[in-house]
Nanobody
């Protein structure tokens, strides 16, 4: 199971940190990622980090503003979001894949959290 938290309502330029706690499986066996879905839009890739935490990938729209990290001892993945923009408003989902690399495709990920709402006002 994946449990996402940390969303909220903030003003443009603010920061938020999302957390996703995993249970029931060996967390370090899984590549983990964050996706988001805005109303009326498809789910899109935000960031992913490999099992060891030594390599990550970001969508161009968040590169330089968001940072993904993980703590395997705590079975938790984080998404630090800085300089938030109104266009970042979406439900954010964490996901996990039994995959050694990084994938930007939702279909690669077999476990999904319930989502946490992030709303950025202008």
């Amino acid at each position: 199971q994946l449990q996402a938290s940390g969303g909220g309502l903030v003003q443009a330029g603010a920061s938020l940190r999302l957390s996703c706690a995993a249970s029931g499986r060996t967390f370090s066996d899984y590549t983990t990622a964050w996706f988001r879905q805005a109303p009326g839009k498809e789910r899109e890739f935000v960031a992913a980090i490999i099992r060891s935490g030594t390599n990550a990938n970001y969508a161009d729209s968040v590169k330089g503003r968001f940072t993904i990290s993980r703590d395997n001892a705590k079975s938790t993945v984080y998404l630090q979001m800085d300089s938030l923009k109104p266009e970042d408003t979406a439900v954010y989902y964490c996901a996990a894949a039994a995959y050694s690399g990084i994938s930007v495709y939702p279909g690669t990920y077999i476990y999904w959290g319930q989502g946490t709402q992030v709303t950025v006002s202008s």
